[in-house]
């Protein structure tokens, strides 16, 4: 089913319509099917987008020859996530409009939007996992095309806010936190902010003040 729910975008007009006419039939009959669903389609695009990241120019003095293949495979990386995103949207219009009023559809999807997180922190765990530490945090960019059912959901938000809060405690704990690069980091506040979640007061403060405060301390 999420192979087939991949196809509600760039596929045509007639299957998007097929597989949207399929993806309410299964909502109807069975919620959590339909998000898992929907969570196995996002990771396949996402996953597409890990697995297309260019290498590295391998010469300090490219020709412009290899720095025109460079730009033109860092642009169609980059259309591979926007892909994620546009998906990601279509599939959280599919839920329907307004509030969820069906109790299993809206567990349902908090248990969607958990797992999602876990991914995006912990990654595969049936597999194993070589990518540098933070590498699926950008996933939480896709999930975030979800949070306008968040903000409907007081009780969801809270739930999600302290697994968010817990996951990036023990990120931060983790012995190879160095490495986690800044524009994954980023997607953690970012996913915060668009679900609605008040920052952390340790947050509040920025680094700046932290220096200024902890050089003070020492005169």
């Known amino acids: 089913a999420g192979v087939i729910l991949s196809h509600l975008t760039g596929s045509g007009k007639l299957a998007g319509s097929t597989v949207h006419a ?9 919620p959590v099917r339909f ?3 929907q969570m196995a389609a996002l990771r396949m695009a996402f996953k597409a987008w890990l697995d297309g990241e260019p290498d590295e120019l391998n010469t300090d003095r490219p020709s412009e020859e290899q720095m025109h293949e460079y730009e033109e495979a860092e642009k169609d990386h980059q259309a591979l996530f926007q892909a994620a995103e546009h998906l990601a949207s279509r599939l959280s219009m599919s839920l329907g409009v ?15 939007m958990q797992e999602g997180m876990r991914f995006a922190f912990e990654g595969d765990a049936s597999l194993d996992d070589d ?4 590498s699926r945090l950008p996933f939480l960019v896709v999930l975030g095309k ?5 903000k409907r959901n007081k009780n969801h938000r809270e739930i999600l806010a302290d697994i968010l809060f817990s996951k990036e405690a023990a990120l931060r704990a983790h012995p ?10 980023r997607c953690i506040s970012d996913f915060q902010e668009t679900l609605g979640i008040a920052a952390p007061k340790r947050r509040r403060v920025s680094p700046e003040r932290v220096q200024d405060e902890e050089s003070s301390v020492g005169r």
């Open 176 to 185: 190879e936190f160095d490495e986690v690069h800044e524009d994954d980091l």
């Open 22 to 30: 399929m993806a309410r039939l299964l909502k109807k009959i069975h």
């Open 35 to 37: 998000l898992e669903s």
């Open 98 to 112: 307004g509030k969820i009023s069906d109790a299993r559809l809206s567990q349902a999807l908090l248990n969607f």
């Open 146 to 150: 979800y949070s306008s059912w968040i």
């Open 131 to 134: 990518l540098v530490l933070g």
